[in-house]
Structure formats: structure tokens, C-alpha cells
């Protein structure tokens, strides 16, 4: 495979991707990015499906924004909103990420070792064959699948050093699932969201995620031995009593 | 048991029997069930009428009048029939009110008070049809100083532009979704946008693979929802518009009802069939300016720093100091929509109360960045509600580079601003997705009407600069010592920076 290093130590953000773009016009699909340090939208809008990038250090906000295809593994933690509005590709980040992880992504896989801030998966969403995935290893934030519109949002809570969900989850919620180890009270339902039962298939949904986390982050989760919550919308027009005409 | 708070009729519907051929348009062409064709006689329901002239434009014998029905209640200085009837509706239904199209109280258009100059004598005017007149405008970045190598002829530019638009007129079509209008609407302007070298906005709803033939004539919308947003829909453009907020309904988001998402709309949004298509009021990940320069310049990065990008926003109290964030935050244009802008659906409380006027907006938002010494950094793009070609003259003298026109497009269409948009029931075939209803709008024709009106007003835009004895909008554009304002007070006048008449 063409293969390629850069050392983007110093380097802003437009360089660094101008580098990427070159090197991905130029037959090159794997691409090693060392000293990386608060650059941000690296490989935004990248659309070649075979590429793959390791992002040593810490990349900035927006990693990963309205890419289409690349899978993209970060080695440190990442800012607020790596894969915002992605079309398809995979995100897999060792450590922890800010806010608005996977705003508004349609399609691909997001996976988090560590714990996640605020409005995680806001208004992710699905179309067709395009069903976008969120694995959290640690906790997430309030506001957890606002204004969710598809796709599924598993929080693990591993070594969980502070409530796992807080409040508001899926508040606004319309489409998709959120699966949470463990019990969630009453209030910490959002507008719009509700229980639904854990049944046998939600179990495989989950299971597959797991196993693909395992794989990723070197863990042994095991799916059996977990009480997961399930989380959905109570329908998919939860604002439609809401208006009166004008006469 | 309750009894609903009864709201009389609107509007009278009366067919003339001795005019009346019994050939049945009004009920085949009336989409709210108005009309219905009897053995000997037509029938009507008047209580379903919106006064959209469909009827009345298809009977061929001229038999059907509508008229307002009035004095229904009590006179009252304070409590007027709109009030009285809002509170029976909501206390029927618990509800907040929906309306369409723009606001629709009587503020007064401070254009109307507004005059332009002309030349006497002193300063000859100008014959367009004769001379040259230019309207062309490039919207974008303008750099502060221009650096060149060489010298006499063979110079060469050393300062790297920023991508522009060309617009050969300072008109554009305003951004209307693929959902809130049907296709048959969207390819009207698209079609008219290209030939007269200018643009359409796809508005928040993506952009439809039958748009694709015009895209370097198409601004796509990034709004809250992200609806339609993928790297294909960016790259098809000829610039993007992150919409931060609306004229008509300043500080709330969008909802496409999930009746209105059908195949089409779903596979275009990139949403299942039915789902509700809701657009969050903020944009999540835009909570400051810093914020918006990091979403600006993501979408310049996805798309390689070519085009232009602009920032939408509703004009509201501090719309000129948001304006230089907007300067700030790498963005090329600023598009400033009015109260009086134009909606498929807003709630009627906001619609009619939240916002500010758009000339005063232009005036203060153009005063602040000249001010701060960036105003090259940002056009400023207007719409709301602008109702003909001295509206957006006049619009450009007090600082606009350019206007949006929406309900003045849907006008040229056909539409007769009955604002009921939400019910998608439009008979004219705008403002609905019933394939019946939208065989009715012809894009052919309908680009003609556009283009038509948009030709219509860049003439008469023409004529008013040359009796300026202005050759450029370049020249008009800020020159507001071409104004003057007609029985305004003088804090507005001191906003807007023009005199008074006979000043």
C-alpha cells in the first residue's frame, strides 16, 4: 500500500490538508500524521473511501467534517465535533472528544475510548443504506441524541467516573435508537423520548458494536453481562398537535 | 359538552348562475373543495376559501366573485376583529398560531418614505437604452490593497483574489426549499437564474439531481438540519450559505411537516419518507462568533478554498455588530433578511412581532463595517419583502451589494399570497408536492415569468440610476446622499444617515 508520514509539527491547518489532498490525489492510502496538535478539519471533506489516516497527538474541532468514506484513527484525544455532517467513514478516536461528537452525520462509525462532552450524536440521522453508528466507551454529557433523527448511539460507561448519561437524553428525539449501560431515572428523559424494551435483536445490534469496539480499543466488554437501556422517540411527529392554523 | 367559539366566514364565494356554463373548472382546479358541481347548479363552501384566484382565473365565463365579508362584529378601537378571532382559536384549540408568508401587520415600509434624486441641469442624467449602464456586481471578498509586478502594459497581479460571484444584475433568487416549494418552482428560478446570469438558492432542503445542469447558478444552503448537506451538494454550487436565521422567523429553527417529505423531498433532504425534517433553532455547533468562523472555514476547507461562502442572518436589534463578526469570521458575504421576509410557515407571534426593518438593517450593518474598516471584507446581500425595483434601488443606495427576491419570485409564478404555504394544498402548484397540483407549473413558462420580471426590474433599476446620472452600481451602492427621506423622524434618519427632504 502507498504509504506516507508527515510530521505536521508546526504546520496550520491548511497546509496539513492541502499535504493530505496531494498525497491522496497522488495514489497514496495511508497516510501517518505525527505531532499533530489543535489542527483543525483534518481530511474535511475527504471523499476517497480506501483512504486511511492515523492522527498522532490531538487534532482540533471539526475532524472529520463532511468526509465521505476515510477511516480515520486518532492515537490522543480529539476537540468538539469530529465527523460534524460525515457522510460515510469511520472515526475511531482513543481517548476523549469535546462537544457535538457526530453533529448531524449520516452514515459511518464513530467509536470513543474514553468519555464525551455535550449534545453527543445531536441530530444524527439516517437515509436508506446509510445508518450512522456512535460507540462511547466512558460517559456522555446532557443532551445526549438531540434532536436524534436515526441511526444508533451506544454509551458503555467503562470506568465511569461520573453519571454516565446526565439529563435531556434524547431530548427532541424523531428517529434511531440510544442503548445505555445500566438504569436511567425518569428525568433524565428528554421531550419526546422514551423506553422501549431490550429485546433479542437490540442484544445482537449491540453485540456487533462490542465486539467491534473490543477489537478497536483492545477491551473484552462483554455484551451479557451489561443491563443496557433502550431509548426511542415516542413517534416520529413529536411536534405535530403543536400548531393552529391562521384564520 | 363544549361548544367551539364559532369564526365567521371570510370571504363570500357566489357563482352567477345567469353567467355560469356548468363546465366545472372551479371544482376541478379549487384544491381546497370550494366548489362542487351539482345536477343544475355549483355549490359553494365558502368557509374553505383562501382567496387564491384559481377559480376565478379558470372560469370562462367570468361567473365567480369573491368578496371580503365585513362588519361582523362590534366595532372596537382596541380589541379588533383579528384579536378577537386569534383568542377563539386558541382557546379552541390550546395551539400557537401558524401563518404564512411574511409579516402581516401594517408596519410602515420605511421605503415608502424614502425618495430618490434625479438630475437637473447641473448634472446630466442619463439615457440607458443609449449608454452604457452597468449592473454587474461581483459578490465576495475585495482585497484592501492590490500588489502588482511589472510595469505600463505588462503587469501582473501579485495579491492572490478571493473567489467572487458575477451576478450581471444585483438580483437574486432567494433561497426557497425543495419541500417549502415544489420542483417544478425551484427549476423556474434555477432556469432564470442561468439565463440571466445570476443566482437561485436551493434553500435547506438539498439540491435535487434534476437542479444539477444549473449548479454554477445555484447557492446551496447549510442550515441547522443539515438536511441534503454531503460533499457532493457542496461541490455542485457555485457558492455555499450557512443560514444562521430568517427574516419571518428570527430565532427559531425550521419544521418540514412529515407529510411533506414524500420520495422525492426524502431523497433529496436524505431522510426517510414521513420523518419530520426539524431544524434546530441554533446551529449546535455554532455558539459564538469563533464558533461561525470554525463552520465557515470548515466548509471553505471541504471545498478547497474555491468558493465563496455566506452567512445568513435574520435582521434583528444588534444585526450590525453580528455583521462584523460575520466580516470576521473568513466569511465573503453577509445576507441580511428583513421582518418582512417571506416563509412557507412561522409561528404568527413571531412572524408579525420579532425583527427589525431591513432598511434599517442595510444601513446600519453597511455604517458598522465601514466604520471598522472591513466593509471590503463582506458583501452585504438584502432581501425581505422587496415589492418592486425602487424597493431594492433604494435598498442598494442605503448599502446593499445585492437583494434576494422570494415572494416577489413566487408572485411571478402565480402565487397570490394567500399564505396558507403550510397547507400544501397550493393550487398554483408552488408551494406543494401533490404531483396533481404541481403538473400545473410549468418550468418553462415559469423561468419566462421570472426572468421576465427580474429583466423587467434590472431596466427599470437602469433608468432610475441614469436619471441619478449614475453609469455603475458600483456608484450607487451606499450613496445615500441620493436619498432623502419624506416625513421620517430624525432618529430613523440618523440611523439610515439621510437627510430630510428639502435638505
Redesign the interface.
Request: proline share 10%; hydrophobic share 30%.
Given at each position: 500500500m502507498n504509504e506516507r508520514t508527515i510530521d505536521v509539527k508546526n504546520l496550520d491547518y491548511r497546509e496539513l490538508n492541502r499535504t493530505i489532498r496531494e498525497a491522496v490525489a497522488g495514489g497514496v492510502r495511508s497516510i501517518t500524521l505525527n505531532n499533530v496538535l489543535g489542527q483543525r478539519f483534518i481530511a474535511d471533506g475527504i471523499t476517497a473511501k480506501d483512504l486511511s489516516i492515523t492522527v498522532n497527538g490531538v487534532p482540533g474541532g471539526d475532524l472529520g467534517a463532511f468526509m465521505d468514506g476515510p477511516s480515520i484513527r486518532v492515537n490522543g484525544n480529539a476537540d468538539h465535533a469530529p465527523g460534524n455532517t460525515m457522510t460515510s467513514g469511520t472515526i475511531i478516536i482513543d481517548g476523549d472528544a469535546g462537544d457535538c461528537v457526530g453533529h448531524s452525520m449520516r452514515g459511518g462509525t464513530i467509536m470513543v475510548r474514553g468519555n464525551v462532552g455535550y449534545r453527543v450524536g445531536i441530530h444524527m440521522k439516517q437515509y436508506r443504506e446509510q445508518y450512522p453508528k456512535i460507540v462511547i466507551g466512558g460517559y456522555a454529557r446532557s443532551f445526549l441524541g438531540e434532536y436524534m433523527a436515526g441511526g444508533i448511539i451506544l454509551i458503555l460507561g467503562l470506568d465511569a467516573t461520573e453519571a454516565i448519561v446526565q439529563d435531556y437524553v434524547g431530548t427532541g428525539i424523531h428517529g434511531g435508537t440510544i442503548y445505555i449501560a445500566g438504569e436511567l431515572e425518569d428525568h433524565q428523559l428528554g421531550v419526546a423520548a422514551v423506553r422501549k424494551d431490550f429485546t433479542e435483536d437490540d442484544l445482537q445490534v449491540v453485540t456487533g458494536l462490542i465486539t467491534q469496539f473490543n477489537a478497536q480499543f483492545g477491551t473484552d466488554v462483554d455484551p451479557a453481562a451489561i443491563t443496557f437501556t433502550k431509548i426511542q422517540p415516542m413517534s416520529a411527529r413529536p411536534f405535530s398537535g403543536l400548531y393552529t392554523t391562521e384564520r | 359538552m363544549s361548544v367551539a367559539n364559532y369564526?365567521p366566514n371570510?370571504y363570500d364565494v357566489v357563482v352567477d348562475p345567469s353567467r355560469c356554463r356548468m363546465c366545472g373548472r372551479c371544482e376541478e382546479n379549487c384544491s381546497y373543495g370550494v366548489f362542487r358541481k351539482e345536477q343544475d347548479r355549483i355549490v359553494t363552501f365558502p368557509s374553505n376559501c383562501v382567496v387564491c384566484h384559481r377559480c376565478i382565473s379558470f372560469c370562462p365565463a367570468d361567473a365567480i366573485t369573491i368578496r371580503e365579508r365585513t362588519a361582523t362584529y362590534r366595532h372596537h378601537p382596541h380589541w379588533d376583529e383579528e384579536s378577537r378571532?386569534?383568542i377563539y382559536?386558541?382557546a379552541?384549540?390550546g395551539?400557537?398560531?401558524?401563518?404564512?408568508m411574511g409579516n402581516a401587520r401594517s408596519y410602515p415600509p420605511i421605503f415608502d418614505r424614502l425618495l430618490l434624486d434625479a438630475c437637473q441641469i447641473t448634472n446630466p442624467s442619463i439615457d440607458p437604452l443609449r449608454e452604457p449602464m452597468e449592473t454587474r456586481v461581483y459578490l465576495g471578498k475585495k482585497p484592501a490593497t492590490v500588489e502588482i509586478t511589472g510595469s505600463g502594459r505588462d503587469v501582473e497581479l501579485k495579491t492572490s483574489l478571493s473567489p467572487n460571484l458575477k451576478l450581471e444584475t444585483p438580483i437574486m433568487v432567494a433561497h426557497m426549499s425543495y419541500g417549502a416549494v415544489s420542483l417544478a418552482a425551484q427549476k423556474s428560478f434555477a432556469m432564470a437564474a442561468q439565463r440571466l446570469g445570476t443566482y437561485m438558492g436551493t434553500g435547506e432542503g438539498g439540491t435535487h439531481p434534476d437542479l444539477l445542469a444549473y449548479k454554477d447558478n445555484i447557492i446551496v444552503q447549510v442550515a441547522?438540519?443539515?438536511f441534503g448537506?454531503?460533499?457532493d451538494y457542496?461541490a455542485n454550487s457555485a457558492a455555499i450559505e450557512i443560514k444562521a436565521g430568517q427574516g419571518a422567523k428570527p430565532g427559531i429553527g425550521g419544521?418540514l411537516?412529515?407529510e411533506k417529505v414524500d420520495a422525492e423531498v426524502?431523497r433529496t433532504r436524505?431522510?426517510?419518507v414521513?420523518?419530520?425534517a426539524?431544524s434546530?433553532a441554533p446551529h449546535?455547533?455554532i455558539y459564538s462568533i469563533e464558533d461561525l468562523a470554525?463552520?465557515v472555514?470548515?466548509?471553505k476547507?471541504?471545498?478547497?478554498?474555491k468558493k465563496p461562502v455566506f452567512v445568513k442572518i435574520a435582521a434583528v436589534h444588534n444585526a450590525a455588530a453580528i455583521a462584523a463578526g460575520i466580516a470576521r469570521a473568513d466569511a465573503d458575504g453577509v445576507v441580511i433578511d428583513g421582518f418582512k421576509g417571506g416563509t412557507g410557515a412561522a409561528?404568527?407571534v413571531l412572524r408579525d412581532h420579532v425583527g427589525i426593518p431591513i432598511e434599517a438593517a442595510i444601513a446600519s450593518v453597511d455604517a458598522k463595517l465601514r466604520n471598522q474598516g472591513i466593509r471590503n471584507e463582506v458583501s452585504i446581500i438584502a432581501s425581505g419583502g422587496f415589492r418592486n425595483s425602487a424597493d431594492l434601488t433604494k435598498a442598494i443606495a442605503l448599502g446593499a451589494d445585492a437583494v434576494y427576491i422570494g415572494t416577489a419570485a413566487l408572485i411571478a409564478l402565480g402565487c397570490r399570497v394567500c399564505?396558507?404555504c403550510?397547507?400544501g394544498m397550493c393550487p398554483w402548484g408552488i408551494a406543494t408536492q401533490t404531483p396533481r397540483l404541481v403538473s400545473r407549473l410549468d418550468p418553462i413558462e415559469g423561468a419566462q415569468k421570472v426572468a421576465n420580471l427580474i429583466t423587467a426590474w434590472t431596466h427599470e433599476l437602469q433608468e432610475l440610476m441614469g436619471a441619478a446620472g449614475i453609469n455603475s452600481i458600483e456608484s450607487l451602492r451606499g450613496n445615500r446622499d441620493r436619498l432623502r427621506g419624506y416625513l421620517l423622524d430624525e432618529n430613523i434618519l440618523e440611523v439610515l444617515d439621510v437627510k430630510t427632504v428639502g435638505a
Open positions: - | 369564526i371570510k378571532e386569534d382559536n386558541q379552541n384549540t395551539r400557537v398560531i401558524l401563518g404564512g441547522s438540519g443539515r448537506v454531503s460533499p457542496l419544521h411537516p412529515g426524502s436524505m431522510i426517510p414521513g420523518s419530520d426539524i434546530p449546535h455547533d470554525q463552520l472555514r470548515a466548509l476547507e471541504a471545498t478547497d478554498w409561528p404568527k399564505g396558507k403550510y397547507m
